[in-house]
C-alpha cells in the first residue's frame, strides 16, 4: 500500500512510468486532468466550480484542485491499495495542502518520485505529435512514425502539427513547469522524501530504474 507522489517536467514520462506501476503492482493512478475532467462530466459541486475558472480562461484554484483529489483520497480502497499522484501537486501551495489532507485521513506519503530530462530531450517529446488533417490519425515522429513523413498512413492526408505541440508551447509549459512545480522538489526534498531519477531513456529502462529507486 505504497503513496508515492510522481513529478517532473512535461514530457518526462511520469505518466507513463505510473501505468506501468499501476499495471506491474496494481497501484492506482490519480492523474489530476483526468479527476477534473470527471467531476465536470458529473456536475459534482467541485467539477461545477472547476469548470466556471476554466470556463473563465483561469487556472483552478489551489483549494479546488486539491479538494477534488483528495476527496479520492479519503476513499476506503485508494486509501488502502495505495495510488500515484501524477501532476499533482503542481505548486508548493498544492503540496501543503495535500500534507493537511493527508494528515487528516491519517496518511503519508512513502516517496516523491522527480523524473530528470534534460530540456532539449523534453522540447522534442513535446513537440513530436502529428495529426492527419484528413482523418484525425494520430503519429508520433520518435514512436510512431508515419511511413512516408508528412503523410498519413491511413489516408493519405497531409500530417499537422497541433498548436498545443509547437515548440513555442512547449517553450512556455517548460517556464511554467520551471516557475510553478519546480520549487515542489525542493519541498518534498527538504522532508528528506525526494529520490530524483533520469527519464531520458526508453520506457522500459527508465521503468527498471523506477522499481529499483523505489526498491521493489
Ligand atoms: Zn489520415
Known sequence: MARYVFLGPPGAGKGTMAEMMGAAFGVRQISTGDILRAEMKAGTELGR????YIDNGQLVPDETVTAIVTARLADPAIAAGGFILDGFPRTVRQAELLDAALERHGLTLDRVVLFEVERELLLTRLTARRV???CGAV????FNRPRAEGVCDACGGPLIQRTDDSR????????VYERQTAPVADYYRRRGL????????HKDENFARLRQ????
Do not use: H, Y
Request: glycine share 12%; net charge positive.
Open 49 to 52: 466550480q472547476a469548470r466556471q
Open 132 to 134: 492527419c488533417k484528413a
Open 139 to 142: 503519429f508520433n515522429t520518435l
Open 168 to 175: 513555442s508551447t512547449a517553450v512556455e509549459r517548460l517556464a
Open 194 to 201: 525526494l529520490t530524483a531519477l533520469s527519464g531520458a531513456g
Open 213 to 216: 529507486g523505489l526498491g521493489l
